[in-house]
T-cell receptor, first 115, second 112 residues
Framework: NAGVTQTPKFQVLKTGQSMTLQCAQDMNHNSMYWYRQDPGMGLRLIYYSASEGTTDKGEVPNGYNVSRLNKREFSLRLESAAPSQTSVYFC???FGAGVGLNEQFFGPGTRLTVL | QKEVEQNSGPLSVPEGAIASLNCTYSDRGSQSFFWYRQYSGKSPELIMFIYSNGDKEDGRFTAQLNKASQYVSLLIRDSQPSDSATYLCAVIMDTGRRALTFGSGTRLQVQP
């Protein structure tokens, strides 16, 4: 059981380049999330997917797009990277249905630098 | 006003002491509360969750929730140097979304 996996672990981009961050979970969770973490600001929600086939914006969606490819996989795309998107990106997942099933489990993170 | 507030610290306690970490939240309708531990350069790791008013104990950890005061805390008994980390308070404020709103975290230092 790998839990939540993310690729790549590290990435350096130039301004204007595009890339996709991959996330997969093997816990049969329904809901998946993308967060970014900047120093001193905690984690902020970018996009989430409550269930397969649905996606919704979070707190800071500008500059990002997502795809819920299937129940296991949820990808985050930066179409034209900007230095302000330099951050650590975490994917998380949860069953998401009912009290007691909201605990989110996090992947190891992707450290992205945009020059 | 931030939706979930924590003192950034660092909170420094001697080994063996009780560490008390506090968190306040703005949404009175919040239902679910979580404490995550995050070591430097690592991902958040769930320690405790609490849904009802009162105390919930798990080993050396106790979570306390007071919905009337919109306050949640984490007590760590017999603190160890390995407990040194940043502790993140997280709240589900929109039950339809089931997404976490995080505080900025409190850095705990346990001195040997």
């Amino acid at each position: 059981n790998a839990g939540v996996t993310q690729t790549p672990k590290f990435q350096v981009l130039k301004t204007g380049q595009s890339m996709t961050l991959q996330c997969a979970q093997d816990m049969n969770h329904n809901s998946m999330y993308w967060y970014r973490q900047d120093p001193g600001m905690g984690l902020r929600l970018i996009y989430y997917s409550a269930s397969e086939g649905t996606t919704d914006k979070g707190e800071v969606p500008n500059g990002y797009n997502v795809s819920r490819l299937n129940k296991r996989e949820f990808s985050l795309r930066l179409e034209s990277a900007a230095p302000s998107q330099t951050s650590v990106y975490f994917c998380a997942s949860t069953f998401g249905a009912g009290v007691g099933l909201n605990e989110q489990f996090f992947g190891p993170g992707t450290r992205l630098t945009v020059l | 006003q931030k939706e979930v507030e924590q003192n950034s610290g660092p909170l420094s306690v001697p080994e063996g002491a009780i560490a008390s970490l506090n968190c306040t939240y703005s949404d009175r309708g919040s239902q679910s509360f979580f404490w995550y531990r995050q070591y430097s350069g690592k991902s958040p790791e769930l320690i405790m969750f609490i849904y009802s008013n009162g105390d919930k104990e798990d080993g050396r950890f106790t979570a306390q929730l007071n919905k009337a005061s919109q306050y949640v805390s984490l007590l760590i008994r017999d603190s160890q140097p390995s407990d040194s980390a940043t502790y993140l308070c997280a709240v589900i404020m929109d039950t339809g979304r089931r997404a976490l709103t995080f505080g900025s975290g409190t850095r705990l230092q346990v001195q040997p």
